[in-house]
């Protein structure tokens, strides 16, 4: 069964990075059958996906448009587990992120979710 | 981007109802298309993927059909642990994206 453990802090002041990570058990970041990947959930936004990372022979990320710019997913095979940064935010960027599993594009693991708050 | 909608926002029902949620794209996304339940203060869990595949463990009450642009979720008789917000998702492209959501509550 596979489990997914979110961390970092709640609370990130305007125009600096916002940081997470995602601790994996039960799978592998590097497993070549899943993609791993941050979803992030506003009143105004809806359940929004960021972007992804994956393993085919070699490491692969996509990301979204509306944040292509700010954003970067890295994998850490020594602690089975990949993060997320978000640079320069805004109150805009005030969600709840998750982290979450997917297979074959459907996604089937999530993390418990992480309120992240951008005020001064 | 593959933009989805839900209809209706929301509706209350009766435990017992038939209910039925609409998903529609905006191309066609042949059968990649797949169904969530959140409750509050959690995260989504997936119900059904590729339009009407039950994943293990979820009642038989719920099922999925559609293909092409437009989908449904039914739950043939709803109980009180299915109040909820349900969410499409389309698995067909990148940027994955989910519809707005559907809330289902107690009438």
């Known amino acids: 069964q596979v489990q997914l453990q979110q961390s970092g802090p709640g609370l990130v002041k305007p125009s600096q990075t916002l940081s997470l990570t995602c601790a994996i058990s039960?799978?592998?970041?590097?497993?070549?059958?899943?993609?791993w990947n941050w979803i992030r959930q506003s009143p105004s936004r809806g359940l929004e996906w960021l972007g992804r990372?994956?393993?085919?022979?070699?490491?692969?990320?996509d990301y979204a448009l509306s944040v292509k710019s700010r954003i970067t997913i890295n994998p850490d095979t020594s602690k089975n587990q990949f993060s997320l940064q978000l640079s320069s935010v805004t109150p805009d960027d005030t969600a709840v992120y998750y982290c979450?599993?997917?297979?074959?594009?459907?996604?089937?693991?999530w993390g418990q979710g992480s309120l992240v708050t951008v005020s001064s | 981007d593959i933009q989805m909608t839900q209809s209706p926002s929301s509706l209350s029902v009766f435990v017992g109802d038939r209910v039925t949620i609409t998903c529609r794209a905006s191309?066609?996304?042949?059968?990649?298309l797949n169904w969530y339940q959140q409750k509050p203060g959690k995260a989504p869990k997936l119900l059904i993927y590729?339009?009407?595949t039950l994943r293990s463990g979820v009642p038989s009450r719920f099922s999925g059909s559609g293909s092409g642009t437009d989908f449904t979720l039914t739950i043939s008789s709803l109980q009180p642990e299915d109040f909820a917000t349900y969410y499409c998702?389309?698995?067909?492209?990148?940027?994955?994206?989910f519809g707005p959501g559907t809330k289902v509550d107690i009438k």
């Open positions: 979450a599993r997917a297979t074959f594009n459907w996604f089937d693991s």
């Open positions: 039960g799978d592998s970041v590097s497993s070549n059958s899943a993609t």
């Open positions: 990372t994956y393993y085919t022979s070699k490491w692969y990320n």
């Open positions: 191309q066609s996304i042949s059968s990649y």
């Open positions: 590729a339009v009407s």
């Open positions: 998702q389309q698995s067909y492209s990148i940027p994955l994206t």
